[in-house]
């Protein structure tokens, strides 16, 4: 027997050597193959559970962190920061002492990118600068300018280093952020519309706290959506859709309406009560931890609701006659699985015809930003101004 092992030893370089077969299994034609696949197909890998949160070491990126590590579903926190000031190494070091299951990661500056990002299943990229309360005029704009680097970075890492995991994005403006992420995702092959999304949590949040006070029920018992887009003037709440149904109730038009402004210029109220020019940075993070915390639900367990997520959407025209819309969604284990595109009432429908010329003129500018195209102020945000008695335009003469 030990005779035979050794011929059979011996006979074995001299086989392959004379194999002229070609070894599909190692060339290049079966990644090219496998390359190709993976446009079309899924990642088949189990998820590894982790999150990792860009921006970590802000406001906003610490109580998300919080938030996550205490979560079971949850098995690995990558926090990353560029910033040496927010002290992202300290942050991760302080949740260390938390007991709980979640391991966590720290990140300090653009060389860490890639540990931070590698085999994620969900990236967020939040925090940013807050300055102003996001408003659809200028100071939302220089907001934009001022965070636009660090979205456009990451989504280029994320389409390097983790192309499968789910990016959530809610830097402000998540209007403009969002365009900036799908379409420079697009720019790079690898954009997948169920893997994108921007967060707009906060504001649904706010509409069910709201409504659920005013009805006198349990705020988990009741779900308000929003639709349209994240900003003040692009937010749309559909109270006529809450349960239990406000017409029902008995519930006067002018209560709701009273409610959809209050919604619409949360930001705004928190800032004027805060007396420091700063947002409401703990329902921020509050409702953004939950976000992310239903997509990994989504993924690992079963599919689970976001009450409300700024997507391209299926089917445009049932949504309203728009490709791009926040509306609640169902995250399963490859990203969204189902659209749901709550009825509006008149008022609402009024509200969201007057939100798409802002919604369409965000998403242009992050859009733009993404492909090197030159951009334009949308043609209904031009008005026409009307010169009085005393208006200092030269008169022009007609010659005769």
């Known amino acids: 027997m030990l005779k035979q092992v050794k ?27 496998e390359s190709e696949c993976e446009k079309c197909c899924y990642n088949p890998r189990l998820p590894s559970r982790k999150v990792t949160i860009v921006g970590a ?26 910033e040496p000031d927010r002290y992202v190494l300290g942050v991760g070091t302080d949740l260390a002492h938390i007991d709980t299951s979640t391991e966590i990661e720290a990140y300090q500056g ?10 994620a299943d969900v990236v967020l990229i939040c925090g940013g600068c807050y300055e102003l309360p996001p408003c659809c005029n200028e100071p939302d704009r220089e907001l934009f300018f001022k965070n636009m680097r660090i979205v456009r970075t990451t989504t280029i890492a994320v389409s390097q280093f983790c192309p499968y995991a789910v990016l959530a994005v809610q830097a402000p403006p998540v ?9 420079t995702l697009k720019v790079l092959g690898t954009y997948n519309r169920r893997r994108v999304l921007g967060v707009n949590s906060v504001n649904a949040m706010r509409a069910n706290q709201l409504y659920s006070s005013m009805m006198g029920d349990d705020p988990s018992k009741s779900n308000v959506a ?31 309406n009273c409610l959809s402004r209050l919604v619409r210029e949360a930001d705004d109220i928190i800032c004027r009560v805060k007396s420091n020019n700063e947002q409401g940075h703990l329902s921020i993070g509050f409702s953004t931890g939950r976000f992310v915390l239903n997509i990994m639900k989504g993924i690992v367990e079963t599919p689970s609701t976001l009450d409300s997520a700024l997507v391209e959407q299926s089917d445009p025209e049932k949504c309203y006659g728009m490709r791009v819309c926040a509306t609640p ?43 090197g195209e030159e951009y334009t102020l949308h043609p209904c945000r031009y008005y026409e ?16």
């Open 7 to 33: 011929f059979l030893r011996r006979l074995t370089p001299y086989v392959t050597q004379r194999a002229t077969f070609q070894n599909f299994v190692m060339s290049d034609t079966l990644a090219r193959l």
């Open 57 to 82: 070491g802000t406001d906003v990126g610490r109580i998300v962190s919080l938030f996550l590590k205490q979560q079971r579903v949850i098995k690995t926190l990558a926090l990353y920061d560029d």
């Open 110 to 119: 653009k060389q860490f990118l890639k540990n931070a990002l590698h085999d």
């Open 175 to 183: 209007d403009c952020n969002y365009a900036l992420c799908a379409h």
């Open 226 to 256: 929003v639709v349209g887009g994240c900003g003040r003037c692009t937010r749309v709440p559909v109270f006529s859709a809450a349960k239990p149904n406000p017409f029902d109730c008995n519930v006067p038009k002018k209560t709701l």
């Open 329 to 371: 969604v169902t995250v399963g284990r490859y990203g969204i699985e189902q659209y749901t595109i709550p009825e509006l009432s008149e008022d609402e429908q009024q509200l969201l015809s007057e939100a798409k010329c802002d919604l369409e003129d965000m998403l242009n500018l992050g859009r733009c930003y993404a492909t």
């Open 385 to 400: 101004v009307e010169c009085g008695p005393t208006c200092p335009c030269p008169q022009v003469s007609s010659s005769k």
